[in-house]
Nanobody
Framework: QVQLVESGGGLVQVGGSLGLSCVAS?????????VAWFRQAPGKEREFVAA????????WNGDPAKGRFTINADNAKSTVNLYMNRLKPEDTAVYYC???????????????WGQGTQVTVSS
């Protein structure tokens, strides 16, 4: 059974940087698998941020990530990282990692989720 644990959230000032990590235990990777980051701000729908393929480590960036965030994987440590730069107040949200065998649909659906980590960007 796969379990995901996120870490690295916190408080950061506008324009700052933050790195999030997602450790996946019990996960085996294949080309159909992916690990994704989503976020949910108060009163808003959950939003796809970025994802990475299980075996190829090919990254995919959603609109929030383009030009500012980088996703990568350390397969030896079963860890997927999300590095966020030039943070804005609108990046404030709970960030979740998720994994599943998603095939061609990199945005999901995902059925295995972590507990989330809070990111707060202060102005």
């Amino acid at each position: 059974q796969v379990q995901l644990v996120e870490s690295g959230g916190g408080l950061v000032q506008v324009g700052g940087s933050l790195g999030l990590s997602c450790v996946a235990s019990g996960r085996t990777s294949s080309n159909d698998d992916a690990v994704a980051w989503f976020r949910q701000a108060p009163g808003k729908e959950r939003e796809f941020v970025a994802a990475i393929r299980g075996r190829s480590n090919r990254p995919w960036n959603g609109d929030p990530a383009k030009g500012r965030f980088t996703i990568n994987a350390d397969n030896a440590k079963s860890t997927v990282n999300l590095y966020m730069n030039r943070l804005k107040p609108e990046d404030t949200a709970v960030y979740y990692c998720a994994t599943d065998s998603v095939g061609d649909s990199i945005i999901g659906p995902y059925n295995v989720w972590g507990q989330g980590t809070q990111v707060t960007v202060s102005s």
